[in-house]
T-cell receptor, first 115, second 109 residues
Framework: IAGITQAPTSQILAAGRRMTLRCTQD?????MYWYRQDLGLGLRLIHY???????GKGEVPDGYSVSRANTDDFPLTLASAVPSQTSVYFC??????????????FGPGTRLTVL | GQNIDQPTEMTATEGAIVQINCTYQ??????LFWYQQHAGEAPTFLSY??LDGLEEKGRFSSFLSRSKGYSYLLLKELQMKDSASYLC??????????WGAGTKLIIKP
């Protein structure tokens, strides 16, 4: 694989169900991010990880959890899905989060619908 | 609060030039990024500015004025494939990106 992959591509989920969105990168980037993108709004940061073993809360963390057991993987879990979590979810990575010009690379996204 | 403003939508003609503006108010400033996002796809990096002035990359240029909290993306010789949304993002004092809602650019033949 090259870059960032996400799975699944899309999912329809019943409210109250638990769901894990997967994200894997092979660029050995230290920093990884989860965003949600909703119509008319900018990308909003859910959680981030500056390096393996550490995570932090972004702008909209409620209802979501993450883990970063190794450099490559950064799964996002919805413990009990609600309809307001219907969105497109993007995983991204960068070499680190502070060097000038370090751009973020994005995965293809997961389109999640909670009914 | 933190705020990034961009026009919602713009229309331009193939072969022409278009300027997409972005104004920002953030807690701290550690650089401004422009990304392109085609419908149904992931954002892809276009440009980065941290110092005042113009950065040119082929048909695309980006300008920054930190004192005015202002940037623009200039697209020259527009092609149909440039139809996309253009996202402005500012890295704040916590080194996190704050994103604008994006400008949808429609190119007409």
């Amino acid at each position: 694989i090259a870059g960032i992959t996400q799975a699944p591509t899309s999912q329809i989920l019943a409210a109250g169900r638990r769901m894990t969105l997967r994200c894997t990168q092979d660029m050995r980037h230290n920093a990884m991010y989860w965003y949600r993108q909703d119509l008319g709004l900018g990308l909003r940061l859910i959680h981030y990880s500056n390096t393996a073993g550490t995570t932090g809360k972004g702008e909209v963390p409620d209802g979501y959890s993450v883990s970063r057991a190794n450099t490559d993987d950064f799964p996002l879990t919805l413990a009990s899905a609600v309809p307001s979590q219907t969105s497109v979810y993007f995983c991204a990575s960068s070499e680190d989060n502070h060097s000038p010009g370090n751009e973020q690379f994005f995965g293809p996204g997961t389109r999640l619908t909670v009914l | 609060g933190q705020n990034i403003d961009q026009p919602t939508e713009m229309t331009a003609t193939e072969g022409a030039i278009v300027q997409i503006n972005c104004t920002y108010q953030t807690s701290g400033f550690n650089g401004l990024f422009w990304y392109q996002q085609h419908a149904g796809e992931a954002p892809t990096f276009l440009s980065y500015n941290v110092l005042d002035g113009l950065e040119e990359k082929g048909r695309f240029s980006s300008f920054l004025s930190r004192s005015k909290g202002y940037s623009y993306l200039l697209l020259k010789e527009l092609q149909m494939k440039d139809s996309a949304s253009y996202l402005c993002a500012v890295r704040d004092s916590n080194y996190q990106l704050i994103w604008g809602a994006g400008t949808k650019l429609i190119i007409k033949p």
